[in-house]
């Protein structure tokens, strides 16, 4: 079966604090795709990062980074030096191969509400 | 890059009557689009995804008669809430897909629904 787990449902951090939020998927395929989404309270979905099965090289963006483990099946996102603009819910999902998503549709976990204190 | 809109982005109405939501895909053509549903504090769940030109394929458990959804051109695609009733409240969130077998999607922003 196809699952996003995301065992952290809230976390608070003080500012210029580094958080790792972590995700743990479950797939019947070889071939998948895992995203990261941000949500702040405007309700708009913010795209943060793409990562194709075959890719585990781990990734950074300014602040952000991405470890990708296919050995215990994870894709975890780790924001250093947090801020309180990067307060928001955090979204990691799951697009399984054509063979078995023609369509393309993602899986969401549960979600991790960050809360960046000042 | 790509955008979608939705319309409108709050809405209030009465138990009983239905509403419609709009999503647009404005600078591509969408072949297919996605509803999501998202509860307060909750994780997003589809209901149902879209093509152009033919039924919607809803997920388990959505009714398809109260869920309306008609992709009746690649740039427009509509959900209506038939006879609404306040459980129905919620956050709906359409996405667009850029081509076939692509896995790039584009959200909207939402639609607040809230049912009285």
């Known amino acids: 079966a196809q699952k996003v787990t995301q065992a952290q449902t809230e976390i608070s951090v003080v500012e210029k604090e580094d958080v790792t939020l972590d995700c743990v998927y479950e797939?019947?395929?070889?071939?998948?795709?895992l995203f990261w989404y941000k949500q702040p309270p405007s309700g708009e979905l913010v795209f943060l990062i793409r990562?194709?099965?075959?890719?585990?090289q781990n990734e950074i963006s300014g602040r952000y980074s991405w470890n990708f483990q296919k050995s215990t099946s994870s894709f975890n996102f780790t924001i250093t030096a947090s801020q309180v603009v990067d307060s928001a819910v955090y979204f990691c999902?799951?697009?399984?191969?054509?063979?078995?998503?023609?369509?393309?549709?993602?899986?969401f976990g549960q979600g991790t509400e960050l809360s960046v204190k000042p | 890059g790509a955008v979608v809109s939705q319309h409108p982005s709050r809405v209030i109405c009465k138990s009983g009557t239905s509403v419609k939501i709009e999503c647009r895909s404005l600078?591509?053509?969408?072949?297919?689009m996605f509803w999501y549903r998202q509860f307060p504090k909750q994780s997003l769940m589809l209901m149902a995804t879209?093509?152009?030109?033919?039924?919607?394929?809803?997920e388990q458990g959505v009714e398809k008669d109260k869920f309306l959804i008609n992709h009746a051109s690649l740039t427009l695609s509509t959900l209506t809430v038939t006879s609404a009733h306040p459980e129905d409240s919620s956050f709906y969130i359409c996405?667009?897909?850029?081509?076939?077998?692509?896995?790039?999607?584009?959200f909207g922003p939402g639609t607040r629904l809230t049912v009285t």
């Open positions: 996405s667009a897909r850029v081509r076939q077998f692509s896995y790039e999607q584009y």
């Open positions: 797939t019947r395929d070889t071939t998948y795709y």
């Open positions: 990562r194709n099965s075959f890719d585990e």
């Open positions: 999902a799951l697009s399984e191969g054509l063979i078995y998503n023609q369509g393309g549709k993602l899986i």
């Open positions: 600078d591509f053509q969408a072949t297919t």
């Open positions: 879209s093509n152009e030109g033919s039924k919607a394929t809803y």
